[in-house]
């Protein structure tokens, strides 16, 4: 069983739209949580994290954690096309072990 | 302020040879990560320094070596190149290890393998 696990996408959402991607982990003793975006041939970019169960809220992304369902997600507001982009969702024990991504598309 | 820098940008080197890959962190930043990503894959981890000292590493073979330096840049070195080794290589920077500590990826060094 993989570590992080992502829904494989890719994910097609109209603008405005909001766009919503799930990850699961394995390990229950994980406490942080993050959420990178990578764009084509970039390096990922911290988008949030998250260390306790409930929502966190940042602009247009929510986080969301429930570790008794060892689940974490990510929401996408009123999306852009500037929001297209693979999203990595990573556990942090020291070290960050991520997921395949998901792909998301925007369609204006 | 300056982000994570990493050099080369691109690299490109035959089946056998070695390559060695730097990093340069965010000022104030203690901690260095290496990771490598493969098309279609996740960053894997494969090292970690604090303080130039090694803290973790990852599942890749004795071929992959690296070190920090007293102003916390750092090397990553790979001997004996196989074509799968070609990838994203990319550092990350962190003020301190430890799991509740953001990292913050440099624009990562992209390595090919003939």
């Known amino acids: 069983q993989k570590e992080v696990e992502q829904n494989s996408g890719p994910l097609s959402v109209p603008e405005g739209a909001i766009a919503s991607l799930n990850c699961t982990y394995s390990?229950?003793?994980?406490?942080?949580f993050f959420w990178y975006r990578q764009y084509s041939g970039k390096s990922p970019e911290l988008i949030m994290f998250?260390?306790?169960?409930g929502d966190k809220e940042d602009g247009r992304f929510t986080a969301q954690l429930n570790k008794a369902s060892q689940y974490v997600s990510l929401l996408i507001r009123d999306s852009q096309p500037s929001d297209s982009a693979t999203y990595l969702c990573?556990?942090?024990?020291?070290?960050?072990?991520f997921g395949a991504g998901t792909t998301v598309t925007v369609r204006a | 302020d300056a982000g994570v820098t990493q050099s080369p940008t691109h690299l490109i080197k035959t089946r056998g040879q070695q390559v060695t890959l730097r990093c340069s962190p965010i000022?104030?930043?203690?901690?260095v990560s290496w990771y490598q990503q493969v098309l279609g894959q996740g960053p894997q981890f494969i090292f970690q320094?604090?303080?130039?000292?090694?803290?973790g590493r990852g599942n890749f073979p004795d071929r992959f070596s690296a070190r920090q330096f007293p102003n916390y840049s750092s090397e990553l070195n790979v001997n004996a190149l196989l074509l799968g080794d070609s990838a994203l290589y990319l550092c990350?920077?962190?003020?301190?290890?430890?799991?509740?500590?953001?990292?913050?990826f440099g624009p990562g060094t992209r390595l090919t393998v003939l």
């Open positions: 990350a920077s962190s003020l301190s290890s430890g799991g509740a500590v953001e990292q913050f």
């Open positions: 390990d229950r003793g994980s406490q942080s």
């Open positions: 998250i260390y306790s169960n």
């Open positions: 990573a556990v942090n024990d020291y070290k960050l072990s």
């Open positions: 000022s104030g930043h203690k901690s």
């Open positions: 320094y604090y303080e130039k000292e090694e803290r």
